[in-house]
């Protein structure tokens, strides 16, 4: 989908160029923002996927943008993140990617970061618990920042559901932490942007969240039992995914390095 | 994705609610929209399909709107609308189509009417070419209403693409003149949200189908050109989707009564 604001502040244009990307065969949803008032038009990809990248920067090129960052949420399960790639296809690409995730990248961010495009930025919470150094991203606040806020949860929260927890470091406990404090806190018309989604939905809020999760409006025993009782099939993707995630998606060329 | 705007006049909180759903099977999009600052919240929905229904009045209930109409661009020839189902589970709402479809519908639309739904309304473009009787819905000028503007161009324009033009009366001719003279004549800004994207897109704008679509660009004779050489198979769903969507997608109730 896409999004246009203008600021609350003012009756300036919108800032910020956003589109939202899928990839049908692992349901993952790609992002793409830039300010689009800058003259450079600096821009960033959220979560890109190693099959898609000629599409994505297709899509860059044609609207004009600089590409300087590649970042994922998380240390990917179900699929190869582009980054890797995107960095050897646009020189001066940054991949980055939460110290806590220990894979390798350019940059590492954690808890109330910023990283900057143009006038515009987001803002780095942790939010643990689907993997240990899962992440959730946030426009910011303040003038000529999109309004409402936009949060990119990774697998953390989903659309009326969230990630399991089950491997890659997960912890029940922790995920349920996570989504009240650093995701139920925000202000309940802020857009929830996840990593997939496998029903068709594109879009929620917060508020909608709170109110209509199965699991995450539940209390913290029961949203437990419910996670320990998913009885969920091993990824099929997830021995090759998460190794070359861990090097930025390029696992063959660091094997030879 | 979603969508929402502050009106290009006022310091007003967003009225229109969007949402765009995805139907995986058939790579079609659903689209609700809503005045969510009306008290009764009036809703519609544009081209629903019926394997997807559930999902979406699960959603107009939950965000607590009041579902008035559901909305084809067409008749689809890859899917069953939604909207006969729709009916017998919401009374109340209307079914709308074009009166040149020649299909059954509550409600038949021609070039400048308006469909409307609380403080806004969708304006009626004739844009024949894929079928006969295809129009695009495109969001009103005026105070309130959503800045850019939006437009529901069903098969006539995809993004990067434009549906066949080779049954249902289509017309390469046709489509080549419509596309031009309908919808390349908004605002450059326009959003552009099509029935179908087989690539993960979700949305694109008319300044970008004017510089990018790799049809649409070209001449009339080239246009047609390539229309004409497509060599696509026979849709599979089509002997069913057809004439069940002619009479509202339910053709075993009908041909009961
Ligand atoms: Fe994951
Ligand atoms: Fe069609």
């Not at 139920?184 to 809020?205: E, Q, R, W």
């Amino acid at each position: 989908g896409s999004y246009s604001t203008a600021s609350s502040q003012s009756q300036q244009p919108s800032k910020l160029l956003f589109r939202q990307l899928f990839e049908k065969e692992s349901s993952t949803y790609t992002y793409l923002l830039a300010d689009a008032t800058h003259p450079e038009k600096p821009a960033l990809l959220v979560d890109p996927v190693d099959k898609t990248v000629d599409r994505d920067l297709s899509l860059v090129k044609e609207l004009g943008l600089k590409l300087i960052y590649a970042i994922n949420t998380h240390v990917h399960a179900d699929h190869v993140t582009g980054s890797g790639l995107i960095k050897t296809k646009v020189p001066g690409v940054k991949s980055i990617i939460s110290k806590a995730s220990n894979a390798q990248a350019d940059i590492f961010v954690e808890t109330g970061d910023r990283i900057c495009f143009g006038d515009l930025f987001l803002e780095v919470r942790a939010t643990p618990g689907h993997t240990l150094g899962c992440v959730t991203y946030v426009t910011g606040e303040g003038p000529n920042q999109p309004q409402p806020r936009m949060a990119f949860t990774g697998d953390a929260l989903l659309i009326r559901g969230c990630g399991r927890t089950d491997f890659q470091g997960g912890s029940s406990e922790q995920l349920y932490k996570s989504v009240h404090s650093q995701i139920f806190t925000l202000p309940k018309d802020t857009f929830i942007y996840p990593a997939h989604d496998y029903k068709g939905f594109t879009v929620s809020t917060v508020g909608e969240e709170m109110q209509y999760n199965p699991r995450l409006t539940k209390d913290e025993e029961t949203f437990k039992g419910i996670m320990e009782n998913l009885n969920l099939s091993y990824p099929k993707m997830m021995d090759v995914a998460v190794p070359a995630n861990m090097v930025c998606g390029l696992q063959d060329v660091e094997s030879k390095a």
